[in-house]
């Protein structure tokens, strides 16, 4: 999904992504990379969004992805590298969603209204 920040185009994986940037433009999109093993395999966990400023990590993961074996261990390697480099970890889900939905300008970002009409108190056509 591709929507504007700062009269940038920025292509993101998820519409969660590109919401909760949407509401918190000054963060860094993708720009930390963590090394895990899963399965014996080397990964690169690909951390959301960086907070440079305030040293916070934030992963955005619907409640139902957040306990899978594989962002589990995704989690301890970021926790870990957080630790080491004096960062928070945070998770943001279902929650902060629907405590901030009514935050997004959906007549600017019409395209997102679909995939966040579950968090909607009222409908929107």
């Given at each position: 999904m591709d929507i504007?920040?700062?009269n940038i185009k920025i292509k993101y994986r998820s519409?969660?992504?590109?919401?909760f940037h949407l509401l918190n433009p000054k963060l860094n999109y993708e720009k930390i990379r963590i090394p895990y093993y899963l399965e014996g395999l080397r990964k690169l966990y690909i951390v959301d969004f960086e907070d440079?400023?305030?040293?916070?990590?934030?992963e955005i993961k619907p409640n139902s992805e957040i306990n899978s074996k594989k962002n589990k261990i995704k989690e301890i390697a970021a926790k870990e590298w957080a630790v080491n480099n004096e960062y928070a970890y945070k998770i943001i889900s279902d929650?902060?969603?629907l405590e901030n939905v009514?935050?997004?300008?959906?007549?600017?970002?019409?395209?997102?209204?679909k995939p966040m009409k579950?968090?909607?108190n009222i409908e929107h056509n």
């Open positions: 504007n920040i700062y519409s969660w992504e590109a919401i440079s400023d305030n040293k916070i990590l934030y929650e902060w969603f009514h935050k997004v300008d959906f007549e600017k970002n019409p395209q997102l209204i579950q968090f909607f």
